[in-house]
């Protein structure tokens, strides 16, 4: 199941308060563009584990997964099965 | 040698204008007017200005400046007591000028268009009780038909005495008086007359208005070396057709100007084949401005001159049309300038590298009025190498391993983020690239984790026309990481602007940052 609107959500919320919904893209690149800097990161892994209680420990983090919202979305499909296995 | 000195464009230790360019330099006490009056005594018929496409001869600029000098007596000013004048660019002026060089009384030219309380904040700071508005005409040329025989010009200026009062282009709130002595302006006229070939039939354009440093060199030069100068009158500074015509008609030599002059006179389509000497100054000339150049004025050697209001020129690069690209070299240090690259830990940079340029020239002034600007404005060598007293220019300079120097931006503007190098100036160029962005400026702002946290303001052109996330993506594929704004704020009102129409960044933070904190 795609998470794209919680995330986008919460980067707006968390990252880009003057944004509306409508001109974030999913495919807009949050780490190159300063949206996301290493405290923002910090953040970002936190409510991940938070919000869908993933082991984030467990995982390998690389900035890669967390560049753009479809990214993220990934990341979070991709340590899902994780938890369950 | 010294270790780490800049080498001179003749010399490396020169200090003696007359070593360099067989410059024979007159007598100690000899200052801009006695070099006048020696034109005038020799050539009192040729033209000295052009106003209006009319000549007006050395013999009466002359009377028109002892005309000036009488009605100064008829005012019963104390004794050395500074003056400001504040009056447009015409022969009366220049002529009252004339007067008060000579009788070496200080005197202010404030910029144009300060408002009321900035202007009497400065006349305040600069000590003027009076200020100087000479009516047109005021001075001549009714006055031509007599007082021939009155004899001349009384000077009563010494060599250390104060003339000129300019301000610096400050970006913020009060600009900055420099005073200049009779000495030291003495000293400049004769290396620009001779670097530049200026002297009798030779016509020199003065495009700055009277309260740039730059008219020391096309209208104070030019005069005390027999030359013409042909006056731009300020309100017509950015029409295009009338500066293309002004140069044609009168057959101009040698041009001095900021970049922005040379990129009008190119809207002429036609190249001006009368200047041999052209000199870019004030601001870094574009690539589109420098190919201009070599095409507007095909037979003129051309030239990049950096100086700062406190020191006068100082460095002189010759422009290669054909080799040389943009941003062009500052060249060398002219005669009897010497200059250091200094590094953030004080050390003399001897090799490449990045450095503050520090500089010392025959023609700087003693100190700012406000002596409390003083420091550390001006300070010995850092490492007391000699007993001269340096400029620290606050520009940063790039060494490269030839020895070139560039202008890398103000040392001011620099800051680390996240331990990496920034220029919050260059940022503010890159927002600027933006066709929605009519203003930027940003602000580096302590930050506990990056060290610095960069902050944009904003002004766009319209409502809605910009967002956050369209400026990012810019700046991502502009800027290195680090110089990515960590904040962005966006604003529909134009941003506050200083007296002389540079953002007030003082007043911009005020407003957009410390609000929001």
Known sequence: ?85 | MRMGGIRCEHHSRSIVLENCLGVVVQHYSSNIVTRFLTQVRRRRNEPALVWRHADVSYGALHRRACAAQRWLRSLGLPEGAPVAVRASKTPETIALILALLADGRPFLLPPAGLAEETLAALLDKAGCATVLAPEPGQFGPEHDDFGDEDGELRVSARPESIGFMLTTSGSTGLPKIVPLTAEGTGHFVDWAAARFNIGPQRTVLNYAPLNFDLCLFDIWATLSAGGRVVLVETDNATRAAYLYDLLERHEVHVVQAVPMLFTLLAEGKRPLPSVTHAIATGDALTKRGLAQLAELLPNARLYNLYGCTETNDSFLHKIDPAADHTPLPIGRPICGVEALLVDPGGEVLVGPGIGELYVHTPFQTPGYTDAALNTPAFGPHPTYANDLRYFRSGDLVRRTADGTLTLEGRADFHVKVRGVRVNTQAVELALLELDEVAGAVVFALPDQVAGNALHAVIHRRDPESLHSLAVRAHCARRLSRAAVPTAIQLTDEPLPTTSTGKPDRARIKQTYLEGQR
Do not use: C, N
């Open chain 1, 1 to 85: 199941m795609s998470h794209v609107q919680t995330i986008k959500q919460f980067v707006l919320d968390e990252f880009l308060p003057d944004v509306s919904g409508g001109d974030l893209t999913t495919d807009y690149d949050l780490v190159a563009t300063g949206v996301i800097d290493s405290l923002g990161l910090l953040k970002l892994i936190a409510w991940l584990e938070e919000r869908f209680e993933l082991p984030i420990d467990d995982i390998e983090l690389d900035p890669d997964s967390f560049r753009t919202i479809d990214a993220i979305d990934a990341f979070i499909l991709r340590a899902e099965p994780a938890t369950a296995g």
